[in-house]
């Protein structure tokens, strides 16, 4: 019997510079892909079993292509039987396959470490089945995965990220039109260091479809005096401003936030591709507080990364990223300036908390793609 090659995948990781929680309201997001990411290998079967083995859980599995998969059942397979699902239930007819996984991701820390496994494999299970595909479309899928055998309801910045990314560029994206705009990111003098909480509470999933739905009572409340609008991306700060007190209190600043972070996000692509990296630092450090304060998405852990982060030498720009509640936050830092940076945050981080604080540095990566052999 014709014994398959095994093949390689990989699908990056990602850091969002600024634009949270933007997505799902069709609004505009500034990622970019890192370095760190996830790897499958695999081969192609002749059957229609999939085995599956993850070093990082050291926990392996075997499904058939043609079983029912069960949503949500709070399992790592919720991911991988989710999206091999969805590519069938969208035509896609694949092979079975052996697959390992290995990940370099911090798993929960906000750098899209289940997108990126995602990506990873339905990268791997499309190639090893010889389909072609569309890069858009496989986003797409992605997403109503999620939705479905996940059970977050997400929008599409981390699957546009990873399959879009590019050498040094961040990506600004139209999350209602999936336009992309790669953004030059002249990382000469300034680094990106991604400081990670080393938590996660428990609020994220609950929480996170909770703030979706209370952004969408926000535009059903404002249709009535702006009939034109379908999402927080299309009303103005000034529109805001002006119809803001007809929303209940929490429902306002919901909103407040999502406004003005789309202002924000444009401005910041525009000081990125400026190399105007002190505006950039104002505009993460007003995200930070617009998150913290009208969204409430971060945490005591977040709030004090980004309050040492201030305070220290060489620092221009920090704010959390992710969905919040743990995770990690992003900082522009001098180059000259980074030893200290990262000697100082971790000793005044354990200060704090108990705990030290992982702290990744990453250039802008390319996105997902086979690994020559």
């Known amino acids: 019997m014709r014994v398959s090659p095994i093949r390689t995948f990989f699908a990056p990781g990602r850091v969002n510079l600024i634009g949270e929680h933007t997505d799902y309201n069709e609004g505009f997001v500034l990622p970019m892909a890192i370095e760190c990411g996830t790897f499958v290998s695999g081969r192609a079967r002749e059957d229609r079993t999939v085995r599956v083995f993850s070093h990082y859980l050291n926990e392996d599995a075997t499904f058939d292509l043609d079983a029912d998969t069960p949503p949500q059942r709070g399992i790592w397979l919720d991911f991988i039987e989710g999206i091999t699902s969805t590519l069938e239930s969208e035509g896609c007819r694949l092979r079975g396959a052996d697959l390992e996984i290995k990940s370099t991701v ?24 010889e389909i072609e595909f569309d890069k858009r ?17 997400g929008g ?12 040094n560029h961040a990506l600004l994206i139209d999350c209602r039109s999936l336009e992309i705009k790669p953004i030059p990111f002249a990382t000469q003098n300034v680094a990106v260091a991604i400081c990670n909480t080393n938590v996660k509470h428990n609020l994220v999933a609950s929480e ?41 209190e929490i429902i306002r600043r919901r909103a407040r936030h999502v406004i003005t972070e789309n202002v924000r996000t444009l401005a910041a692509a525009g000081a990125l591709g400026a190399n105007d990296f002190e505006k950039m630092g104002e505009l993460m ?30 620092v221009i720009g920090a704010r959390m ?11 522009l830092v001098k180059r000259e300036a980074l ?12 200060k704090a ?13 390319a996105g997902a793609s086979e690994v020559e052999s």
């Open 339 to 350: 030893a200290q940076f990262q000697k100082r945050v971790a000793r005044e981080y354990e």
């Open 285 to 314: 450090y007003a995200s930070h507080a617009s998150l913290r304060d009208d969204y409430e998405v971060s945490c005591k852990e977040l709030d004090a990364l980004v309050e040492i982060a201030s305070q220290t030498e060489g």
């Open 137 to 153: 479309r496989l986003a797409l899928m992605s997403q109503k995965s999620n939705h479905t055998y996940v059970g977050t309801r």
């Open 106 to 129: 911090p798993i929960g820390g906000g750098l899209s470490s289940s997108t990126a496994l995602d990506m990873a494999v339905a990268l791997a299970m499309l190639r090893l089945s």
């Open 321 to 331: 990223t992710g969905g919040g509640f743990g995770g990690c936050t992003v900082n």
């Open 156 to 167: 599409l910045m981390d699957q546009l990220t990873i399959l879009f990314g590019q050498r």
């Open 353 to 365: 908390t108990g705990s030290r604080p992982m702290i990744l540095i990453s250039e802008a990566s």
């Open 208 to 248: 996170y479809n909770a703030r979706r739905a209370e952004c969408e009572t926000g535009v059903e409340r404002l249709k009535k005096y702006l009939p034109h609008i379908c999402a927080l991306r299309d009303v103005s700060v000034e529109e805001f401003g002006q119809y803001e007190n007809a929303l209940p």
